[in-house]
């Protein structure tokens, strides 16, 4: 029992250039998250994933865009990444309602 | 919007108590959370307060008070392994969490 994967664990991208993130969970988890956190910060929403199929904007979602590829997966994906989009990302994932958020190792992206 | 304010940093020894304050903005929520991030490592979920009240989870204990806006993360009986940075965060509806901006506690021998 993995819990929540994520891949990479470290990028450096060019100024433009595209990637995605990649998270998976294998506590067949109904919501999944996507954080972001900036050095000596708190980490705040991108976008989240309330159940497979759907997926909704949280407090900084633009210049991203997301996938919940199946109930296990849930990708973020950069088009055009910015040197604003430097910073650690985190996937998380829920089961039932009340029950914690479970979060990946985070990816480190560095955007020169 | 919602927003949660937290002490940058707390300091303390070994063996002592220690009380991480954390008082919000918001419109509504369901809960608050604290969670423990040690450096380059991932959250991990200490407690949670639906209620207003003390919620006790082994040395850790978390109070809100809800009329107050305000809630606490109370460590005792500190340990070297425990410094490390605490969050509170909001629970605003499918689990959709707004995170403080951290508290750095730091345990000297």
């Known amino acids: 029992n993995a819990g929540v994967t994520q891949t990479p664990k470290f990028q450096v991208l060019k100024t433009g250039q595209s990637m995605t993130l990649q998270c998976a969970q294998d506590?067949?988890?109904?919501?999944m998250y996507w954080y972001r956190q900036d050095p000596g910060m708190g980490l705040r929403l991108i976008y989240y994933?309330?159940?497979?199929?759907?997926?909704d904007k949280g407090e900084v979602p633009n210049g991203y865009n997301v996938s919940r590829l199946n109930k296990r997966e849930f990708s973020l994906r950069l088009e055009s990444a910015a040197p604003s989009q430097t910073s650690v990302y985190f996937c998380a994932s829920r089961g039932l309602p009340g029950e914690t958020q479970y979060f990946g190792p985070g990816t480190r992206l560095l955007v020169l | 919007g919602q927003s949660l304010e937290q002490p940058s940093e707390v300091t303390a020894v070994e063996g002592a108590i220690v009380q991480i304050n954390c008082t919000y903005q918001t419109s509504g929520f369901y809960g608050l959370s604290w969670y423990q991030q040690h450096d380059g490592g991932a959250p991990t979920f200490l407690s949670y307060n639906a209620l207003d009240g003390l919620e006790e989870t082994g040395r850790f204990s978390s109070f809100l008070s809800r009329s107050d806006s305000y809630g606490y993360l109370l460590l005792q009986e500190l340990q070297m392994k425990d410094s490390a940075s605490y969050f509170c965060a909001l629970n605003t509806g499918f689990q959709k969490l707004v995170f403080g901006t951290g508290t750095r506690l730091l345990v000297s021998p």
């Open positions: 506590m067949n988890h109904n919501s």
């Open positions: 994933s309330a159940s497979e199929g759907t997926t």
